[in-house]
Each structure stands twice: as C-alpha cells, then as structure tokens.
C-alpha cells in the first residue's frame, strides 16, 4: 500500500520564518515515486488556503519550501495561528493517498 510521510523541522515556528519540509514516498516499505504529486498549504485557524495544489516533479522525496509569506499570522489578534501541508501522492486517481501535518506559527507581535 501507498504511503506519503512529511517531515518538518518543529511543530511550533515564529511568525515569518521559513523552512523546507520533505514528503517522502513508499509502497510496501520500499521508497517508490508517484505517477504524480502535489501539495497544499492552509492556515487551519483562518480557513484561508496559502498555496493552492502545487505539482511536485514525481520522485522518492520532494523537498517544499515553506516561505515567511506562508508563515504570516492572518489575524493579528491570534496569538498563535495552526498551519497544515498536505501532500498527495497520484492525486485525482483510484490510487491516491493524502496526508497532512499541522504546525503552529507564534505570533510574535501579539506580546
């Protein structure tokens, strides 16, 4: 079966930072490329999509870079703001698989 891991840095980030989070691909605990693959990011606490799907070039791992307009708090009256990278690995097909990780972004002027 199909499996899409992401790895990013830390669950918790500052406003306006970046970082680069990695989707890694496997089929029966071997890494294996998807036919096609992309990712999304949202802000879960605005219901706001910050990058609608993206294509990502098929390989065993793909590196996203997660940038500091990403990471902007959308609501200057949050003191923290929850974020979510989904990834999906042949998406639109009968072999898709999705999965997500939530982080969180501090609002550093709301002190």
Known sequence: MSE???NIPQL??????SFT?????????????????????????????????TSLTPAVSNTIAITATHNAIQNQSNKFEKKQISVAANPDTAT?????????????RNF
């Open 4 to 6: 899409v891991y992401i």
């Open 12 to 17: 918790k980030q500052k406003e306006g930072s």
């Open 21 to 53: 989070a990695t989707a890694f691909f496997r089929l029966d605990d071997a890494a294996n490329a998807p036919t096609t693959a992309s990712y999304r990011i949202d802000c879960l606490s605005t219901g706001k999509v910050l990058q609608d799907w």
């Open 96 to 108: 898709q698989v999705r999965e997500s990780v939530e982080y969180k972004i501090e609002n550093i």
